[in-house]
Structures are given as structure tokens and as C-alpha cells.
């Protein structure tokens, strides 16, 4: 399937994954992540039945706070 994950182009041998399976594949190992599919917010709880399919944008980003 073709993705856009981080604003880049991604293509990975499969038809379709959770969100879950994306972090993983993609070795995101930082504690506080925040992600979308498709702009919608998808909460800690519900990766593992959020499926990503062909076309989708994806953003997985690390939450940073300081000061």
C-alpha cells in the first residue's frame, strides 16, 4: 500500500495495518506519541483498531514539552 507518513511518501508490502502495526514497523519507540489518519486524532487506546489503508496520511509525532 502507498502512504503518506510524516508528509513523505511511504510504501509498505502490505494491504493494510493498524496504526499500532505502523509504529512498530516503523520502529517509533519514543513514549509520548501523538497520531492522525487522515487529521483525525487517534487515541492511545484505539491504535490497535484504527486501520490504515491505501491512500491514507498518516503522522505519528513525538509529544515535546519544555520550557
Known amino acids: 500500500m502507498k502512504i503518506t507518513l510524516n508528509n513523505r511518501p511511504e510504501e509498505i508490502d502490505a494491504s493494510e495495518m ?23 486524532l ?3 487506546a484505539e491504535r490497535s483498531q484504527v486501520t490504515v489503508r491505501d491512500g491514507d496520511t498518516v503522522e505519528v509525532m513525538h509529544l515535546i514539552s519544555g520550557g
Open 42 to 44: 487517534v487515541k492511545t
Open 18 to 40: 493498524t496504526v499500532n502495526d505502523i509504529i512498530q514497523y516503523k520502529n517509533f519507540t519514543f513514549k509520548l506519541l501523538v497520531t492522525k489518519v487522515n487529521g483525525k
